[in-house]
């Protein structure tokens, strides 16, 4: 049986709670497995980077557990916590957020030197990382000699620096053009079907939807749908 990597139980996240409050996430149970390849999706404000944000300890929940790999990450406390999230999960945002003074090499290899890795050994996991995203080429030039698509496989590269075992994407493709698009996504889908890497990706667009094998729907800050869950009554699966 495979590794439950991600197992949130009953999580809600309120926004404004003393005024207009906003339940962000409502109760929400989610298992995901080792290896999978799952989209979250769902309208604007549904709650999609709520919930990566809290699944990757970014942001506390007001109710329920987070455990990761076996760890209640809500039990954490604030320095144990960026310590779990720097061995145990990778990160891509919309905007890359690579660090601009950096060559592509030095953001891909920042993690690395935060936890101590020596340089030797830094050297030689940076320079499998660009082989695996096609940019050996581009090591020492900074973000902005890069295009949008070379900036994001970079944040790849940084996310998978500490080996982690899954990637949380927060709409990864939103500010690629379409090919660009479609060769990150070739790239995660090779690492994680040859490396097993579990992401977990929001996403509005249809292309990165269509090559998901498993689709969580939000409405309001609650699943709706998720292709996983067969039911007895209405089974749903994405086209
Ligand atoms: N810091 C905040 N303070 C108050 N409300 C917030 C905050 N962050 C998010 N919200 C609200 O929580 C709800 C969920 O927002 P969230 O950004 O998680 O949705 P989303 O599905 O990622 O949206 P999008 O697709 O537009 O990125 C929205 O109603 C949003 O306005």
Redesign the pocket.
Known sequence: MKNIVIDAHNISKV??PETIP?Y?VNNIHLHLQEGEFTALV?P???????LLNLIGGLDKPDHGNIYINGTDITKLSARKLIEFRLHNIGFVFQSFNLIPVLTAKENAEFILLLQGVKRAERDKRVLQLFTEIGLVEKMKVRPAQLSGGQQQRVAVARALASKPRFILADEPTANLDSVAALHLLDLMEALNQEEQVTFLF?T?DPRVINRARRVIT?VDGSIASDSAVVSTSAPHEHP
């Open positions: 926004y404004n906003v962000a769902g604007s404000g549904s709650g999609k980077t709520t929001s509005h939000l």
